[in-house]
């Protein structure tokens, strides 16, 4: 299992760094429409759907870099209160729930994005992008994100992690 520990935070390093880039490009991108459209005169067709495609796709793509380095918004007060037995409970609890939203909306985001690659969906601006590849992102950093919560509760569970970053004595 171990293997599996460092082969999936590895997975959502590689999602974050990917995510980094997609971020990026779409400030290169939005630069390089800003100089298309003032200095040249000329329309852009394509910067601001892209850019935008780009972006939601790096949230998406991002989000098991987030969960793997805990730089998601975590509200400890609940925590500070609980004996450390209850806080490893509570963070199993949380945890679990938010695999199974994870893994449900991973399902949902493979048959979306399924459609639009069998459908050969376009977006209807003059550009028309295929939205398959745009959609793509959703199940794989929904993918990666279910990965990553199931290697969070094996380490919880086996006492690799601590629940909530906290030590045992972290008391309020």
Request: proline share 3%; aromatic share 14%; charged share 10%.
């Amino acid at each position: 299992m171990d293997v599996y520990v460092r082969a999936v935070a590895a997975l959502s390093r590689a999602c974050g760094v990917a995510a980094a880039l997609m971020i990026l490009m779409a400030v290169l991108i939005v630069c390089q429409m800003i100089f298309v459209r003032t200095v040249l005169q000329e329309s852009a067709i394509w910067q601001s759907e892209f850019v935008t495609f780009i972006l939601v796709a790096a949230t998406f793509m991002g989000s098991p870099y987030v969960l793997l380095t805990r730089g998601h918004v975590n509200v400890d007060l609940l925590p500070l209160y609980l004996p450390h037995k209850a806080r490893i409970w509570l963070a199993l609890l949380a945890s679990s729930l938010a695999l199974i939203f994870c893994a449900v909306l991973l399902w949902d985001s493979v048959v979306w994005w399924l459609e639009a690659y069998e459908g050969n969906w376009l977006t209807s601006s003059i550009w028309r992008a295929r939205l398959w590849i745009y959609y793509a992102a959703m199940p794989i950093g929904f993918g990666v994100l279910t990965l990553q919560y199931i290697a969070d509760i094996y380490c919880l569970a086996t006492g690799r992690d601590m629940p909530f970053g906290m030590t045992p004595e972290t008391r309020l």
